[in-house]
C-alpha cells in the first residue's frame, strides 16, 4: 500500500496562490495515478483533479479550471497542486489520492489517502 504525505496548506488572502504538496512512498509510488481531493464542513468530498502517471493526462473539475493546475515530479515521488486566484469558496481541507490504474473523480476509484490541509482562503 502507498502512503501519502501531504503539506502546503495554509491561509492565504483571495486572489493570492498556494501550492500544495503530496510526497508519496512505499511500492508502487511512482506509478499511482494521483488525485486532489477537498471537503467544506458540511459538504461531501468533492473531486478537484487527477493526473495520470505519466503526466501526460490531467483532468479538472469545472470549478478550478484555468485557476488550479496538477502535477507531478516522479523522480520525487510528489504530486503537486498549484492553486491560483484563490477564492474564499475553495475553503476547505484538501487531500490527496491515489490508484494504481483508476483515472475519475470519484473517491471511491481510489485506495490511498493523505491526512488532508487545511486551505483557508479569507475575503
Known amino acids: 500500500q502507498v502512503q501519502l504525505v501531504q503539506s502546503g496548506g495554509g491561509l492565504v488572502q483571495a486572489g493570492g496562490s498556494l501550492r500544495l504538496s503530496c510526497v508519496a512512498s512505499?511500492?508502487?509510488?511512482?506509478?499511482?495515478?494521483k488525485a486532489w481531493f477537498r471537503q467544506a464542513p458540511g459538504k461531501e468530498r468533492e473531486f478537484i483533479a487527477a493526473?495520470?502517471?505519466?503526466?501526460?493526462?490531467?483532468y479538472y473539475t469545472d470549478s478550478v479550471k484555468g485557476r488550479f493546475t496538477i502535477s507531478r515530479d516522479n523522480a520525487k515521488d510528489t504530486v503537486y497542486l498549484q492553486m491560483n486566484s484563490l477564492k474564499p469558496e475553495d475553503t476547505a481541507v484538501y487531500y490527496c489520492?491515489?490508484?494504481?490504474?483508476?483515472?475519475?473523480?470519484?473517491?471511491?476509484?481510489?485506495?490511498?489517502w493523505g491526512r488532508g490541509t487545511q486551505v483557508t482562503v479569507s475575503s
Open positions: 493526473i495520470s502517471w505519466s503526466g501526460d493526462s490531467t
Open positions: 489520492a491515489g490508484n494504481s490504474g483508476y483515472f475519475g473523480r470519484h473517491a471511491g476509484g481510489y485506495d490511498s
Open positions: 512505499g511500492r508502487a509510488a511512482s506509478t499511482y495515478t
